[in-house]
Nanobody, 123 residues
């Protein structure tokens, strides 16, 4: 699976961005999908995950109520709608794919990673 993330950019605090991650290569709907982020000098951290059906969704506490993950299997794309952005959300955001629901919530052992997209939130 090849993953391509897009949609990052510069936004003011309180603003919104929508990230997209398009997959190619294998059956997209077979995979759990996740978003992670890595801020300068920090470890990569889990942001959100979604099951193949979209019925199982999970978020990191730091983004609950502000971020929404969704997917469109017909378009092989997973999205991350980010609202009420804060300066501490500044990071490189990565999408990921894995066949295991537990693994997709950690940064270790992920099957596939996409290249990151930079999100910068100014205060």
């Amino acid at each position: 699976v090849q993953l391509q993330a897009s949609g990052g950019g510069l936004v003011q605090a309180g603003g919104s961005l929508k990230l997209s991650c398009t997959a190619s290569g294998r059956t997209f709907s077979s995979y759990y999908m996740g978003w992670f982020r890595q801020a300068p000098g920090k470890e990569r951290e889990f942001v959100a995950r979604i099951s193949w059906s979209g019925r199982i969704i999970g978020y990191a506490d730091s983004v609950k109520g502000r971020f929404t993950i969704s997917r469109d299997n017909a378009k092989n794309t997973v999205y991350l709608q980010m609202n009420s952005l804060k300066p501490e959300d500044t990071a490189v955001y990565y999408c990921a794919a894995d066949t295991d629901l537990i693994t997709i919530a950690t940064a270790n052992g992920i099957d596939y990673w996409g290249k990151g997209t930079l999100v910068t939130v100014s205060s």
